[in-house]
């Protein structure tokens, strides 16, 4: 039984509270598939050549939420978080763990830049726009972008948390 809430998102609601509720329905997913995985399961990958882990997925999430809500929404100058020497405008990374690196501690970034994306949103419409390869791109396309982000990787967490324990479904 799992000790993480994901929340149903509504049935018949306005549309940002739909795009929200779908969104934190995927981050808490994400939560979930890696919730009872001590540090050396996550950091086990699925099938060679695949690199994938959960920790990875996880540090890679964080980077996106980073990327798409604090860069190009909020304008924010902040650097990459596992590898400050990346290009910013370059791809999200964090997929490749360091040394010593902890699924708690990746959890605990992760959780940071998603209280960051909430709050630096809140009370912002959904026309309102930031700055993607010279363009404007409105919160709406930002929301949308990133539930199917998670979509695509809590997949590959589903199958990274099959091969290392058998648990699907979550």
Known sequence: ??????????????????LEGWL????????????????????????PPSGFTPT?????????ERNWFRRVFA???VPPIYDPQADPNGPDGGFELSAGATLDAAL???N????????????????DTGAFMGQEV???????HMIEEYARHNG???????????VTGV
């Open 75 to 77: 304008g924010e100058q």
């Open 24 to 47: 934190d329905f995927h981050r808490a997913t994400l939560a979930m598939k890696c919730e009872g995985l001590d540090d050396a399961q996550a950091a086990t990958a699925s099938v």
């Open 112 to 127: 940071t830049e998603v209280a960051a994306a909430r709050e630096l949103c809140a009370g912002r419409a959904l026309t």
């Open 138 to 144: 409105n919160l709406r396309w930002i929301y949308v």
């Open 1 to 18: 039984m799992s000790t993480i809430e994901r929340p149903m998102p509504p049935l018949n609601a306005d549309e940002r509270t739909t």
């Open 56 to 64: 990875g997925l996880v540090q890679h999430m964080a980077e996106v």
């Open 108 to 110: 605990a970034t992760w």
């Open 156 to 166: 590959h967490a589903d199958l990274l948390r099959e091969r290392i324990d058998g």
